[in-house]
């Protein structure tokens, strides 16, 4: 069975960093393209990031040079370094697998419940 | 960016009722749109892909239509867990963009 479990966010100042986690079972992260999308409290979904199974990285221009999404292989893990946090960072941080439909790509079939991060002084 | 703009905003429906939402994109999105459905203090739940094919487990009575910058979730007979917001995403552009929601609400 898919599972993705978050862990890592809470509470934290402006201009701080954090690192969220995505643990995996039931499947082979580094063989996935992988994201992470958040919702601000009562927003619409927010694409933040894709890791491509090549390592190929895209980003949301919101957070282009701030995040950095990366995967560990032997933890099955995937991550989302976080710097220079700002009010606006503030959202619920969903991890998701793409849907592996041959050339059919980003879409999310399998998603995570959810971490959030509140960035408040 | 493509920007997609649901509506309604909100439906209010009774069950067995068809619900038709619609999604709008700013630009073509071609035919790489996805609908989810998002019900409170959950995840999101892939329903539809590539504007018609349905997601594994994804009952029948959901279907999705159109193309290029108009688009259509219908839900033929709505069932009591079909009350949810429901969001389109396209991926034919970067960046991955979701509309803003659709709330079907029992009435």
């Known amino acids: 069975e898919v599972q993705l479990v978050e862990s890592g966010g809470g509470l934290i100042q402006p201009g701080e960093s954090l690192r969220l986690s995505c643990a995996a079972s039931g499947f082979i992260v580094s063989s996935y393209f992988m994201g992470w999308v958040r919702q601000a409290p009562g927003k619409r979904l927010e694409w933040v990031s894709t890791?491509?199974?090549?390592?190929?990285?895209h980003y949301a221009d919101s957070v282009e040079g701030r995040f950095t999404i990366s995967r560990d292989h032997s933890k099955n893990t995937l991550y989302l370094q976080m710097s220079s946090l700002r009010a606006d960072d503030t959202a619920v941080y969903y991890c998701?697998?793409?849907?592996?439909?041959?050339?059919?790509?980003?879409?999310?079939?399998?998603w995570g419940q959810g971490t959030l991060v509140t960035v408040s002084s | 960016e493509i920007v997609l703009t649901q509506s309604p905003a909100t439906l209010s429906l009774s069950p067995g009722e068809r619900a038709t939402l619609s999604c709008r994109a700013s630009?073509?999105?071609?035919?790489?749109l996805a609908w989810y459905q998002q019900k409170p203090g959950q995840a999101p739940r892939l329903l539809i892909y590539d504007v018609s094919n349905r997601a594994a487990g994804i009952p029948a009575r959901f279907s999705g239509s159109g193309s290029g910058t108009d688009f259509t979730l219908t839900i033929s007979s709505l069932e009591p867990e079909d009350f949810a917001v429901y969001y389109c995403?396209?991926?034919?552009?970067?960046?991955?963009?979701f509309g803003g929601g659709t709330k079907v609400e029992i009435k």
């Open positions: 630009q073509s999105a071609r035919t790489y």
């Open positions: 995403q396209q991926r034919s552009n970067w960046p991955l963009t």
């Open positions: 890791l491509y199974s090549d390592g190929t990285t």
């Open positions: 998701a697998r793409e849907l592996p439909v041959a050339g059919t790509y980003h879409y999310f079939d399998y």
